[in-house]
């Protein structure tokens, strides 16, 4: 894919308070919701939308924006077995990419299983036409009500990553970026890192790469939610070949 080289400024609004923030001159494709669709998701035939109705939902709206007039909401009602909704993208990335959107929760949620709130999949190595499951990025509750992002690993050999010592906690009521490098080989060079605003999160080193052709989605699957709708956005998502980092990019 062709780096398409920009620089993009758009105002944002965070509490309240307007500030610019550029977006960078290395962007591989992104999101902004600018039209009130899902079309820069689809538009180009590398990516969808689906949600598993009627427990799940997807749209555009203009209930809340991280910068313009829409973002997209995801709610889910589901009570015992998982449901989902998603947006995605599928397409051969470079082996050293960032992938990263803004959030918000906008309260907070007692939670029976893990969220799932992004996922990295790649093609099934038995089935080049199918793909199989590699990275969810979660949000899980602690016995204090804190939210807190966790990270499995679909693969035997890893599963469920162990909390970092110093648990980051989410946000509630204010937008927050997970930002994360997906560096896609498959030796000893693949490494897995996540920001939360900035903040390194995770920081993980193991083989990842199967082929280069990358599915990314950004999701709200799960079950169980307290209180009972479980509801999150999603705004200015992007894939680029640097970081797009809260102030801009680096």
Same mark, same amino acid.
């Given at each position: 894919?062709?780096?398409r080289?920009?620089?993009?400024?758009?105002?944002?609004?965070? $509490? $309240?308070? $307007?500030?610019?923030?550029?977006?960078?001159?290395? =962007?591989?494709?992104?999101?902004?919701?600018?039209? *009130?669709?899902?079309?820069?998701?689809?538009?180009? *035939?590398? *990516?969808?939308?689906? #949600?598993?109705?009627?427990?799940?939902?997807?749209?555009?709206?203009?209930?809340?924006?991280?910068?313009g007039?829409?973002?997209?909401?995801m709610?889910?009602?589901?009570?015992?077995?998982? #449901?989902? @909704?998603?947006?995605w993208?599928? @397409?051969?990335?470079?082996?050293?990419?960032?992938?990263?959107?803004?959030?918000?929760?906008?309260?907070?949620?007692?939670?029976?299983?893990?969220?799932?709130?992004?996922?990295?999949?790649?093609?099934?190595a038995?089935?080049?036409?199918?793909?199989?499951?590699? =990275?969810?990025?979660?949000?899980?509750s602690?016995?204090?009500?804190?939210?807190?992002?966790?990270v499995?690993?679909?693969? #035997?050999?890893?599963?469920?990553?162990?909390?970092?010592?110093?648990?980051?906690?989410?946000?509630? *009521?204010?937008?927050?970026?997970v930002?994360?490098?997906?560096?896609?080989?498959?030796?000893?060079? $693949?490494?897995?890192? =996540?920001?939360?605003?900035?903040?390194?999160?995770?920081? =993980?080193?193991?083989?990842?790469?199967?082929?280069?052709?990358?599915?990314?989605?950004?999701?709200?699957?799960?079950?169980?939610?307290?209180?009972?709708?479980?509801?999150?956005?999603?705004?200015?998502?992007?894939? @680029?070949?640097?970081?797009?980092?809260?102030?801009?990019?680096?």
């Open positions: 894919m062709r780096v080289f920009l620089t993009i400024v758009v105002a944002v609004a965070v $509490g $309240g308070c $307007g500030r610019r923030i550029e977006f960078g001159s290395e =962007i591989l494709w992104e999101a902004r919701h600018k039209g *009130g669709d899902l079309s820069e998701w689809i538009g180009d *035939g590398q *990516g969808g939308s689906a #949600a598993d109705a009627p427990m799940a939902a997807i749209a555009a709206t203009t209930e809340l924006a991280h910068s007039a829409y973002s997209v909401k709610t889910n009602t589901a009570l015992a077995d998982v #449901a989902a @909704s998603r947006v993208r599928e @397409s051969p990335y470079p082996a050293d990419a960032y992938y990263s959107a803004w959030y918000y929760i906008p309260q907070p949620y007692a939670l029976a299983a893990v969220w799932t709130i992004m996922q990295f999949k790649g093609p099934d038995n089935d080049p036409s199918a793909s199989r499951y590699i =990275i969810d990025v979660d949000v899980r602690l016995p204090g009500g804190e939210l807190i992002l966790s499995y690993d679909h693969r #035997a050999a890893y599963l469920r990553s162990p909390t970092p010592p110093t648990a980051m906690v989410l946000p509630i *009521g204010r937008w927050f970026q930002e994360v490098l997906y560096r896609n080989y498959s030796d000893d060079r $693949g490494r897995l890192v =996540i920001w939360l605003d900035g903040q390194i999160n995770y920081d =993980i080193a193991r083989p990842f790469g199967i082929n280069n052709t990358v599915y990314w989605s950004l999701c709200s699957s799960g079950y169980g939610f307290s209180p009972a709708e479980g509801t999150i956005y999603i705004d200015d998502a992007a894939v @680029s070949v640097t970081r797009v980092t809260p102030a801009g990019s680096l």
